[in-house]
T-cell receptor, first 113, second 110 residues
């Protein structure tokens, strides 16, 4: 297994458009996390899945954001009606159960014009 | 709430030793992580401390004092490739999310 993968790596969109990102975790990991990182800041937690169940959502995750993990494997993060403030790096991470190391994917860099 | 503090920037020279400090305030403690992040890349795992003391892993060591809410990352025999951002993070009270500091940007010069 080559680690966590994310697609696309870069996305440029116009304000008001919808975008969707995909994350494929390490295959044996049942936990999957989404984070957002802006320049000069550490990653900020958005949401977390255990298998297909979304168990935790940050207050940062506005109604325009939705995440799914339909079969407990890959996950998608959709942002509707994008705003310029959504421009950031969106990072996905996965881990096993319990307090285990989270391994990050390469991220999707979003620019909203 | 939870708060993580670490210096914004540090500089050092090749071959030197540098210590990056991190202080935290959390409601509950489930462990502290250090990650390295090169510009434009994903964070990569360096170390995990849950008990007090020093964990050594090659050129990198990490120390934790739970009573003081304090950790440091020690980098020895610095190399140019160690120029990166170093992120301190604690596990949330629920034991799921990582709560990150803003990161310390280390610049290593020759």
């Amino acid at each position: 297994d080559t680690g966590v993968s994310q697609d696309p790596r870069h996305k440029i969109t116009k304000r008001g458009q919808n975008v969707t990102f995909r994350c494929d975790p390490i295959s044996e990991h049942n936990r999957l996390y989404w984070y957002r990182q802006t320049l000069g800041q550490g990653p900020e937690f958005l949401t977390y899945f255990q298998n297909e169940a979304q168990l935790e959502k940050s207050r940062l995750l506005s109604d325009r954001f939705s995440a799914e993990r339909p079969k407990g494997s890959f996950s998608t993060l959709e942002i509707q009606r994008t705003e310029q403030g959504d421009s950031a790096m969106y990072l996905c991470a996965s881990s096993g159960s319990g307090v285990e190391t989270q391994y990050f994917g390469p991220g999707t860099r979003l620019l909203v014009l | 709430g939870q708060n993580i503090d670490q210096p914004t920037e540090m500089t050092a020279t090749e071959g030197a030793i540098v210590q990056i400090n991190c202080t935290y305030q959390t409601s509950g403690f489930n462990g502290l992580f250090w990650y390295q992040q090169h510009a434009g890349e994903a964070p990569t795992f360096l170390s995990y401390n849950v008990l007090d003391g020093l964990e050594e892993k090659g050129r990198f060591s990490s120390f934790l004092s739970r009573s003081k809410g304090y950790s440091y990352l020690l980098l020895k025999e610095l190399q140019m490739k160690d120029s990166a951002s170093y992120l301190c993070a604690v596990i949330s009270q629920a034991g799921t999310a990582l709560i990150f500091g803003k990161g310390t940007t280390l610049s290593v010069s020759s």
